[in-house]
């Protein structure tokens, strides 16, 4: 079986433009999950899918950031427009329940120049 | 506001040396406590979880709550044991949002 894919791999941009990041989560898990690590820091929690719906965005740092999970399948995460403090790599995690070991996908770099 | 610390950001051991990784924690309440792992050129994934109580690849972690901490141990340590390990805490019930610390990169010499 498939674990958690992410797209694309590494995105290198120019400050100002947009990008989008893609997260397929694991077939059959509703709750869907978006974490970054900006260099040097921890992890941190962006947001959680619950189906198509968003359970939590508390951790989304601002409106330039925007997440969808049309149908429930998977999600994007879109960034417009990007600023430096941007870059970073942005995981995406997948659990059957709520209360389920979270399975990570590779993670996405991002990179604003 | 729940925070993890994890003082080292590198760790460097000789092989068949034990292992302590530190890890404190802040949270109001009881959270959840867990150790993940990521290999070199792996993905994330979870090593243990302090209410499994179990010993996943000779790793343990004991839950202090006196102390707030959350130490990850091995007795002797092997070269494949080389990753970067995060610790991390949920709210308690379950994974939900998962607040992680900054993560200690593990060094074992042969």
Redesign the interface.
């Given at each position: 079986e498939a674990?958690?894919t992410q797209f694309p791999s590494h995105s290198v941009i120019e400050k100002g433009q947009t990008v989008t990041l893609r997260c397929d989560p694991i077939s059959g898990h509703d709750n869907l999950?978006w974490?970054r690590r900006v260099m040097?820091?921890?992890?941190?929690?962006l947001l959680?899918f619950v189906k198509e719906s968003k359970q939590?965005e508390?951790?989304m740092p601002n409106n330039r950031f925007l997440a969808e999970r049309t149908g429930g399948t998977y999600s994007t995460l879109k960034v417009q427009p990007a600023e430096l403090e941007d870059s970073g790599v942005y995981?995406c995690a997948s659990?059957q329940e709520?209360?389920?070991?979270?399975?990570?996908?590779?993670?996405t770099r991002l990179t604003v120049l | 506001a729940q925070r993890v610390t994890q003082p080292e950001k590198l760790l460097s051991v000789f092989k068949g040396a034990p292992v302590e990784l530190k890890c404190n924690y802040s949270y109001s309440g009881s959270p959840e406590l867990f150790w993940y792992v990521q290999y070199s050129r792996q993905r994330l994934q979870l090593l243990l979880r302090h209410i499994s109580r179990e010993s996943i690849k000779g790793f343990t972690a004991d839950l202090n709550k006196g102390e707030t901490s959350f130490h990850l141990k091995k007795p002797f340590a092997q070269e494949e044991d080389s990753a970067m390990y995060y610790c991390a805490l949920s709210p308690s019930g379950g994974y939900q949002k998962v607040t992680f610390g900054t993560g200690t990169k593990l060094q074992v010499i042969p």
């Open positions: 674990g958690v999950y974490y040097g820091k921890e992890i941190k929690f959680h939590d508390s951790g995981f659990s709520r209360f389920y070991e979270q399975f990570f996908g590779p993670g | -």
